[in-house]
């Protein structure tokens, strides 16, 4: 079985998942090629697949070929494809991406669909006639684990944040209740890194306005996979923001590190959660749990990326015997 992977590389959570994904099939006796959308002279190599796994989208030579074998996995929750469609769409300029027509087609077109949570499974199963398999998202754990601590962050307690700031995962949340925390935590300190920079515009006023500023420390700073997992494991507290309390590679590899991950409610691999809406209940959820008033939740061993190989696998052989 040869299977094709494509996806672009922008750095983002999709396409390095994307390539975990792909590299991890290999072990299993797989031909595996991935091929770069942006990049023509990388499609030759994955032409002949057996199988096509869509990770951003493909070259028409094989979106409009039914004789192909399409997996389409969908990264991105619908509701924010849907939000960065509109926006894109309003105001973008002529001929601005919509992420939304390209889900709406792969869903339309695909053998079968993937997704990586079991909520947003249940929204795509409305929106498509083919099978929708839920596999998990698993993390190299073999790198993913507790080193010992380089570094102490500042703060008592420590809480680190580090998503990009898409709408689905911003931390604005944080921005507005830290200060409020702060007022009662005199040694708190919190850690905003990735915060990107054609942003700062907004974010730092906000920082200030809200007295956040004064117990945190804000940057565009962006760690290697080293670096980062040095940062997970010298935090008290990894706060994960994604909204609808789903789960995302940063979060997971942070519990992988044996840091401690709060939420919103949802996400099974934080070990708290907090209610997503009214900041001011927010505020009292985040004072409990950094007093240690609060108990963690038992959480489930974090999935190792073998245990992702493993399910596509399974969906590629069920799609193949069709």
């Known amino acids: 079985m040869k299977v094709a992977h494509w996806t672009f590389f922008n750095g983002s959570g999709l396409a390095n998942m994307a ?35 869509v990770h951003s989208h493909v070259p028409d030579a094989i979106s409009f070929d039914k004789t192909k074998k399409l997996v389409d996995v969908q990264h991105g929750s619908p509701e924010h494809t849907f939000e960065l469609s509109v926006t894109q769409g309003l105001y973008g300029n002529y001929g601005a991406s919509d992420s939304f027509a390209v889900t709406g087609f792969l869903l339309k077109r695909a053998d079968a669909v993937v997704s990586m949570w079991e909520r947003q499974a249940y929204l795509l199963e409305s929106m498509t006639r083919a099978k929708v398999y839920t596999v998990p998202m698993g993390v190299d754990t ?27 995962k911003w931390p604005v ?47 565009a700073f962006r760690c290697g996979k080293n670096q980062l ?37 949802g996400n099974q691999w934080a070990h708290y959660w907090i209610t997503e809406g009214d900041q001011r209940i927010q505020v009292q959820e985040m004072l409990a749990i950094l007093k240690g008033e609060t108990k963690p939740r038992e959480v489930p061993k974090v999935p190792d990326i073998t245990e992702t190989a493993e399910a596509m696998l399974k969906v590629y052989e069920e799609v193949l015997r069709k």
């Open 229 to 265: 997992r040095d940062f997970f494991c010298a935090a008290d507290y990894y706060y994960s923001p994604v909204e609808y309390g789903d789960h995302n590679r940063v979060s997971l590899e942070a519990a992988a590190c044996g840091t401690k991950v709060i939420s919103y409610r």
């Open 142 to 168: 073999k790198f993913w684990m507790p080193v010992p601590k380089q570094k102490l962050l500042s703060g008592k307690p420590s809480v680190l944040t580090g998503e990009n700031s898409h709408t689905c």
């Open 19 to 53: 390539a975990e994904m792909a590299e991890a099939e290999k072990p299993f006796g797989v031909d595996v090629v991935i091929c770069d959308t942006q990049k023509p002279a990388t499609w030759a190599a994955g032409m002949d697949a057996d199988i096509h796994v």
């Open 173 to 219: 949340d944080i921005m507005f209740t830290w200060g409020k925390i702060a007022e009662q935590l005199h040694d708190a300190r919190l850690h905003a890194i990735n915060v990107p920079h054609d942003q700062h515009k907004w974010w730092f006023p906000l920082a200030y306005m809200t007295n956040t500023m004064y117990s945190a420390y804000m940057s």
